[in-house]
């Protein structure tokens, strides 16, 4: 699995494009963490960001708040959506934002599925979550993640 992992000062920027492939039935939210609920479970950007919003108002000096994740499957696995959001769960518990609101889409745009997660970096006090050696810790995780699957039958190019 390869994780990639972008952060910048643009929440909206992050959730419109996760969700225009929601728009144009090329994707969908598979999990939410401590956002905002909606009657019809439909979103849309705007009321997705409130759940982001007391985070960002507790901190302004973070430049860049928006964390955007990428996770990328072996394009021969086929992995179920219990197993995403198994896997953005305990990607994010692991890297530290787990207790961090964040939205996790699956994009089907291409040949292989895959997951973008995306949360922001401080939390509910104004505090910017650590990210001292996140890249090797995210790659550490989805070695974890991995050594999981193949114990499994999705890991194994087996549908789910």
Not at 41 to 60: D, R
Not at 119 to 133: A, L, Q, R, W
Request: aromatic share 8%.
């Amino acid at each position: 699995m390869i994780a990639k992992i972008g952060r910048s000062a643009n929440l909206y920027g992050a959730l419109a494009y996760n969700n225009l492939k929601v728009e144009k039935e090329n994707g969908q939210i598979l999990f939410t963490n401590k956002i905002i609920e909606t009657s019809d479970g439909q979103y849309s950007v705007a009321q997705l960001a409130q759940s982001f919003a007391p985070y960002l108002l507790a901190n302004q000096n973070t430049e860049k708040h928006t964390l955007h994740i990428s996770l990328n499957p072996d394009p021969k696995d086929k992995v179920s959506d219990d197993t995403y959001r198994e896997m953005a769960q305990q990607y994010m518990k692991e890297l530290g934002y787990g207790d961090q609101p964040f939205v996790v889409f699956k994009h089907t745009d291409i040949d292989r599925s895959h997951i973008h997660i995306v949360s922001v970096c401080v939390d509910e006090n104004g505090k910017k979550i650590p990210d001292k050696f996140e890249k090797v810790r995210s790659m550490n995780i989805c070695r974890e993640l991995e050594a999981i699957q193949s114990h499994t039958s999705y890991g194994q190019g087996t549908p789910a």
